[in-house]
């Protein structure tokens, strides 16, 4: 199975700090990664699909780019809202693995 | 709309079977590139994918899970199930199922997850 690698695993920011969060497999995926906001107590919410296509009613300020093996997600003005956990999911092949997580909290 | 809605027993013994259903309801799982996952989250941990079945009823599964997962459809209840044997205390988690249209689009719609605890 293709291991995704993420990190950093926690950060502390402020709001209106640029914030990047990186994901790298284990092998080449092409483009086929996707970026999920958790918050507590609820679903994971896509963001990214694609590695830089930014889902449907999601904020211009969420970001991704990447391609084969290095992915990044970038917050450009961080709001009290994305206050979350981050996770990338590869959808290369299967079984699909999502990486650790990246939890985003308030400095 | 899409929804997904997960349901089952919320508290299952070690070495019992556990049956989860998602019953879904504003897309069809018979149309082309759709498919269906379960995923699931132990407390205060990562996401774990599980498994997926496809319009086509192909069926993908973790490798470590593999020998213990089941995942089926019936395309005319709009249901897909997910059955997992021999169920430890370890399985305790949060399980969603979601919807993905083909790859590389992103699981767009969860269900708001079940959560299953095992104990005796």
């Known amino acids: 199975a293709i291991q995704m690698t993420q990190s950093p695993s926690s950060l502390s920011a402020s709001v209106g700090d640029r914030v990047t969060i990186t994901c790298r497999a284990s092998?080449?995926?092409?483009?086929?990664l996707g970026w999920y906001q958790q918050k507590p107590g609820k679903a994971p919410k896509l963001l990214i699909y694609a590695a830089s296509s930014l889902q449907s009613g999601v904020p211009s300020r969420f970001s991704g780019s990447g391609s084969g093996t290095d992915f990044t997600l970038t917050i450009s003005s961080l709001q009290p809202e994305d206050f979350a956990t981050y996770y990338c999911?590869?959808?290369?092949?299967?079984?699909?693995?999502f990486g650790q997580g990246t939890k985003v909290e308030i400095k | 709309q899409v929804t997904l809605r997960e349901s089952g027993p919320a508290l299952v013994k070690p070495t019992q079977t556990l049956t989860l259903t998602c019953t879904f309801s504003g897309f069809s799982l018979s149309t082309s590139g759709m498919c269906v996952s379960w995923i699931r989250q132990p407390p205060g941990k990562a996401l774990e994918w599980l498994a997926l079945?496809?319009?086509?009823?192909?069926?993908y599964y973790s490798t470590s899970l593999k020998t213990r997962l089941t995942i089926s459809k019936d395309t005319s209840k709009n249901q897909v199930v997910l059955t997992m044997t021999n169920m430890d205390p370890v399985d305790t988690a949060t399980y969603y199922c979601?919807?993905?249209?083909?790859?590389?689009?992103?699981?767009?719609?969860w269900g708001q997850g079940t959560l299953v605890t095992v104990s005796s």
């Open positions: 079945i496809d319009w086509d009823d192909d069926k």
């Open positions: 979601a919807r993905i249209q083909g790859y590389s689009y992103g699981y767009d719609y």
């Open positions: 092998q080449g995926i092409r483009n086929d």
């Open positions: 999911l590869q959808d290369y092949n299967y079984p699909q693995t």
